[in-house]
């Protein structure tokens, strides 16, 4: 399925708040028949149509964290490189691509996280951040 026509059936779907929708559905599911579920998807468009724009957008969503990996690097890169720094290796992806560093070139290394910190229970990421900062690899 195109990816436009999913995210309008699911725009759809979730145009009076997602969360309200369903738990209206689910009051109105409960005790009824297997007639009446379907004829109350006909009536209101839940059908396989809507699921097929659902996966559709979650397989591209599900690649989000590696696209803002990547652009992140790259987008930052000619910033944080001095003019005679040559990079000699580079992982975009997201995650563990098996090297020790995003970034490596003749000056310096480079691990990127691409997050918003919104304090709470995301210091222990903060944490985390910090003593790969200040600490070598493996310590």
Request: glycine share 8%.
């Given at each position: 399925?195109?990816?436009n026509?999913?995210i309008?059936?699911?725009?759809?779907?979730?145009?009076a708040g997602?969360?309200?929708r369903?738990s209206?559905?689910?009051h109105t599911?409960?005790?009824?028949?297997?007639k009446?579920?379907?004829?109350f998807?006909e009536?209101?468009?839940?059908?396989?149509?809507?699921?097929?724009a659902a996966?559709?957008?979650k397989?591209?969503?599900g690649?989000?964290n590696?696209?803002?990996?990547?652009?992140?690097?790259?987008?930052s890169l000619p910033?944080i490189i001095?003019?005679n720094e040559e990079?000699?290796?580079?992982?975009?992806?997201?995650g563990?691509?098996g090297?020790?560093?995003?970034?490596?070139?003749s000056?310096?290394i480079a691990?990127?996280?691409?997050?918003?910190?919104?304090?709470?229970p995301e210091?222990?990421?903060?944490?985390?951040?910090?003593?790969?900062f200040?600490?070598?690899?493996?310590?």
């Amino acid at each position: 399925m195109d990816i436009n026509k999913a995210i309008m059936l699911i725009a759809e779907l979730t145009e009076a708040g997602l969360t309200a929708r369903l738990s209206g559905i689910e009051h109105t599911i409960v005790g009824s028949t297997n007639k009446q579920v379907a004829i109350f998807c006909e009536k209101h468009n839940l059908n396989s149509d809507i699921l097929r724009a659902a996966f559709t957008i979650k397989s591209v969503a599900g690649r989000i964290n590696d696209i803002v990996h990547a652009l992140g690097i790259l987008v930052s890169l000619p910033k944080i490189i001095g003019e005679n720094e040559e990079v000699i290796a580079m992982s975009l992806w997201a995650g563990n691509s098996g090297r020790l560093w995003d970034l490596e070139t003749s000056h310096q290394i480079a691990e990127f996280k691409f997050i918003l910190w919104q304090g709470g229970p995301e210091s222990i990421r903060q944490n985390a951040l910090f003593k790969d900062f200040f600490l070598p690899s493996g310590t």
